[in-house]
């Protein structure tokens, strides 16, 4: 077994723990940051995301069409108000990731 000290420990190495860990590196720059997978770096269920990133990305597209697609996937289980958050703040994201 081995042991790691870190200030900050991040676990998954798919996206929301690599861009985790990257808003705080920027943030906390004098902060260790380690970031845990349980396989090799590159494994993670972003890597298996057979839908990818769905996103409001031009104008033939709008939040309400996505919002409703939302809701039938999700057999309209998902609460909307989360499921609206969630899709207005997308293209941001999406900005967010791909610089």
């Known amino acids: 077994m081995s042991i ?15 861009s985790i860990a ?6 906390l720059p004098e902060k260790s940051i380690l970031v845990a997978t349980k396989a090799h770096e590159s494994e993670s269920n972003t890597k ?3 839908g990818g ?8 597209d709008s939040f309400e069409d996505h919002i409703k697609d939302t809701m039938v996937a999700g057999d309209y289980m998902s609460k909307p108000k989360v499921v609206k958050m969630v899709i207005e703040k ?10």
Request: hydrophobic letters at 55%.
């Open 22 to 27: 990257i808003k705080t590196a920027a943030a």
């Open 4 to 18: 790691f000290k870190t200030d900050i420990l991040v676990l998954g190495s798919g996206v929301a723990g690599l």
């Open 48 to 50: 298996y995301a057979q």
């Open 53 to 60: 990133i769905a996103a409001v990305w031009d104008k033939l």
């Open 90 to 99: 997308a293209p941001d994201c999406m900005k967010q990731l791909i610089s």
